[in-house]
């Protein structure tokens, strides 16, 4: 049994500094070259998607319409009634947008800002802006809410979700808190699922806001790589707590077919939709309904999706196997991080030794490999304790993400001994 790193004396932390940088100095002389920044798709991946490009041999909806040309602002039904098939939605709730869930999410928030909803006072008319930001997260949340000055509150992450006794806290005793991020399945960076009793004390929670809103942006909800995950109704725990209007709901095929050129999606209740809808028919005349059409000709109904995911899990499994059994081999004896196994999604999320996370990365990225930035994952990326890294395997070739891995546990290992040699 080895001793974890911080129970060595300072003869062994020597000793095991020297064999560290001949090993890193060995990768370092590689030249590597190597990128897993962002969760983007393998090529691999991305030719599983092809027959998107083949399918719109006629631009006519179900209904005779020519999707080549303007209207239906809130998107063909056919498509409605699929992403309502697919996350168990009334259709009725949904508006089909353009390519990125992440637009929908920032016009939201926008129209929130210059308008109000359902009566409420414009966001900008307001002394002060909150939203609490469950940490780590996904750093283009934050950016949004950075981009319009709103101030961003972290929040712990649990196993089960965000940590609803503070977010209940929070959000019951300050009027400027207007809302939550959520990524409620295999959560961006760390894999967790929210719990059904999460899902129900959002829906149900006191707020001093009358307009906090759940920002449900559920871009997992069909990425299932060990097992599939059962996520509660978001609209039914608010209409259940007597809140409504509480939650927006985000989804994009973007990750299913091809990231740029999927089909991005938004629900909220009846009464919201209405008034989303009356100020999106100032900003456009509709979206892309031929790429509706060609989406939706291929994964055609939730059982062909079901398949497809399956098969693009096949792809996706043997990385995440790489990265998880890296990890495992390479850092668990010493105890020099801890890291969370997903069942779904598309990132690993480890915690090093506190004080390491950045230097780790440097070290990664000197010898060529890039990974997402350290405190990328909390609000005004900073990791208050330096610690959390986001892996993304997805993009690297089995073979590359081999290598890249290996080199990325001899930085967390030399990281930790500098650190405890007091080098940093």
Same mark, same amino acid.
């Given at each position: 049994?080895v001793?974890?790193?911080?129970?060595?004396?300072?003869?062994?932390?020597?000793a /095991? &500094?020297?064999?560290?940088?001949?090993?890193?100095?060995e990768?370092?002389?590689?030249n590597?070259?190597?990128?897993?920044?962002?969760?983007?798709?393998?090529? &691999?991946?991305?030719?599983h998607?092809t027959?998107?490009?083949k399918t719109?041999?006629?631009p006519?909806?179900?209904?005779?319409t020519?999707?080549?040309?303007y209207? =239906?602002?809130?998107?063909l039904?056919?498509m +409605?009634?699929?992403?309502g098939?697919?996350?168990?939605l009334?259709?009725e +709730?949904?508006?089909?947008?353009?390519?990125?869930?992440?637009?929908l999410?920032y016009?939201?928030i926008a129209r929130l800002m210059?308008?109000?909803?359902c009566g409420?006072p414009?966001w +900008?008319?307001?002394?002060?802006?909150k939203?609490?930001c469950?940490s780590?997260?996904?750093?283009?949340?934050?950016a949004i809410?950075q981009?319009f000055?709103?101030?961003m509150?972290a929040?712990?992450?649990?196993e089960?979700?965000?940590?609803m006794?503070?977010?209940?806290?929070?959000?019951?005793?300050?009027e400027a808190v207007?809302g939550?991020?959520?990524?409620p399945l295999?959560?961006n960076?760390?894999g967790?699922?929210y719990?059904?009793?999460?899902?129900?004390r959002l829906g149900?929670m006191k707020t001093?806001?009358?307009?906090?809103?759940i920002?449900?942006?559920?871009?997992?909800?069909?990425?299932?790589?060990?097992?599939?995950?059962?996520?509660?109704d978001?609209?039914?725990a608010c209409?259940?707590?007597?809140?409504?209007?509480r939650?927006y709901?985000?989804?994009s095929?973007?990750k299913i077919t091809?990231?740029?050129a999927?089909v991005a999606?938004?629900a909220?209740?009846?009464?919201e939709?209405?008034e989303i809808l009356?100020r999106m028919?100032?900003?456009t005349?509709g979206?892309d309904?031929?790429?509706?059409l060609r989406?939706?000709?291929?994964l055609?109904?939730?059982p062909t999706?079901?398949?497809?995911?399956?098969?693009?899990?096949d792809?996706?499994?043997?990385?995440?196997? =790489?990265?998880?059994?890296?990890?495992?081999s390479e /850092?668990s004896?010493?105890?020099?991080?801890?890291?969370?196994?997903?069942?779904g999604g598309?990132f690993?999320?480890?915690?090093t030794?506190d004080?390491?996370?950045?230097?780790?990365l440097?070290?990664?990225?000197?010898?060529?490999v890039?990974?997402t930035?350290?405190?990328?994952t909390?609000?005004?990326?900073?990791?208050p304790?330096?610690?959390?890294i986001r892996?993304?395997?997805?993009?690297?070739?089995?073979?590359?993400?081999?290598?890249?891995?290996?080199?990325?546990c001899?930085?967390v290992k030399?990281?930790a001994?500098k650190k405890?040699?007091?080098?940093?």
């Amino acid at each position: 049994m080895v001793n974890p790193v911080t129970e060595l004396t300072n003869a062994e932390l020597t000793a /095991l &500094k020297v064999e560290l940088e001949a090993e890193y100095s060995e990768y370092a002389s590689r030249n590597l070259a190597l990128n897993m920044a962002r969760g983007k798709p393998a090529g &691999k991946l991305l030719d599983h998607n092809t027959d998107v490009l083949k399918t719109l041999d006629n631009p006519f909806a179900e209904d005779g319409t020519d999707a080549r040309n303007y209207g =239906i602002l809130e998107g063909l039904p056919e498509m +409605r009634r699929f992403f309502g098939e697919v996350l168990n939605l009334d259709p009725e +709730r949904i508006i089909v947008g353009g390519n990125s869930s992440l637009t929908l999410m920032y016009d939201s928030i926008a129209r929130l800002m210059m308008f109000g909803t359902c009566g409420n006072p414009a966001w +900008r008319t307001l002394p002060k802006l909150k939203f609490l930001c469950p940490s780590p997260g996904y750093d283009r949340h934050f950016a949004i809410t950075q981009e319009f000055g709103i101030e961003m509150i972290a929040v712990p992450m649990t196993e089960n979700g965000p940590d609803m006794d503070v977010v209940e806290e929070l959000a019951a005793n300050d009027e400027a808190v207007k809302g939550i991020w959520c990524v409620p399945l295999y959560s961006n960076p760390q894999g967790v699922c929210y719990s059904d009793e999460t899902v129900a004390r959002l829906g149900k929670m006191k707020t001093a806001a009358k307009d906090f809103k759940i920002f449900w942006d559920n871009a997992y909800g069909v990425h299932h790589i060990y097992e599939e995950v059962k996520l509660a109704d978001i609209f039914a725990a608010c209409e259940a707590g007597g809140n409504p209007d509480r939650a927006y709901y985000f989804f994009s095929t973007s990750k299913i077919t091809f990231p740029g050129a999927g089909v991005a999606m938004m629900a909220a209740s009846f009464a919201e939709r209405k008034e989303i809808l009356k100020r999106m028919g100032i900003q456009t005349i509709g979206s892309d309904k031929l790429n509706q059409l060609r989406t939706l000709r291929t994964l055609k109904d939730a059982p062909t999706l079901k398949k497809h995911m399956a098969e693009l899990a096949d792809i996706l499994r043997p990385k995440f196997d =790489i990265v998880l059994n890296t990890l495992e081999s390479e /850092l668990s004896e010493g105890k020099y991080a801890s890291w969370i196994t997903p069942r779904g999604g598309y990132f690993v999320s480890l915690d090093t030794l506190d004080g390491c996370a950045k230097k780790t990365l440097e070290l990664a990225k000197n010898a060529g490999v890039t990974m997402t930035g350290a405190g990328a994952t909390f609000p005004y990326k900073n990791d208050p304790r330096d610690r959390n890294i986001r892996i993304a395997p997805t993009y690297p070739t089995d073979e590359e993400l081999q290598t890249a891995m290996k080199l990325f546990c001899v930085c967390v290992k030399l990281a930790a001994v500098k650190k405890l040699c007091g080098e940093f």
